[in-house]
């Protein structure tokens, strides 16, 4: 593993502080603004994990996610998808593991939880 772990998300605070969090802990960070840039992102790259916010501006993180699960890149139909979003709706956390996603984070991010659940997925050396 080389710990790349890719961040989808328009926002640009929310992937500085992930960036931060993540970088100091020794992990490499992927960046991709919008759903498509994300699904090119893994398709072309090696990646370990993925943070998928849910609401992006050109397609959601549900469909994000059915594409990674989808796609011809045999390893992204394993490769771990943690949905990291504001929805906190009845339904949305169902709605995001139905998709594809393995586990649903709520915004905003807490940065000790955010280190553990991708430790549990790609344990630093």
């Known amino acids: ?8 998300e328009d926002n ?3 992937m500085r502080l992930v960036q931060r969090a993540l970088e100091s802990r020794g992990y490499r960070l992927l960046q991709a603004r919008n759903g498509l840039d994300g699904v090119r992102v893994a398709e072309t790259e090696q990646v370990d994990l ?9 397609i959601d993180g549900y ?3 059915r594409r990674l699960r989808a796609s011809d890149k045999r390893v992204l139909s394993s490769t ?3 949905a990291v979003t504001a929805n906190a709706l009845k339904g949305d956390a169902e709605r995001a593991l139905d ?3 393995d586990v649903y984070m709520s915004k905003p991010i807490n940065i000790r939880e955010l ?3 991708v430790e549990a997925f790609v344990p630093t050396q």
């Open 99 to 101: 998709a594809g996603c």
């Open 115 to 117: 280190w553990a659940r």
């Open 1 to 8: 593993m080389n710990n790349n772990i890719l961040y989808i």
């Open 12 to 14: 640009p605070d929310n």
């Open 50 to 58: 993925i943070l998928l916010d849910i609401n992006l501006p050109d």
């Open 80 to 82: 771990p998808i943690i």
């Open 63 to 65: 469909e994000v996610a």
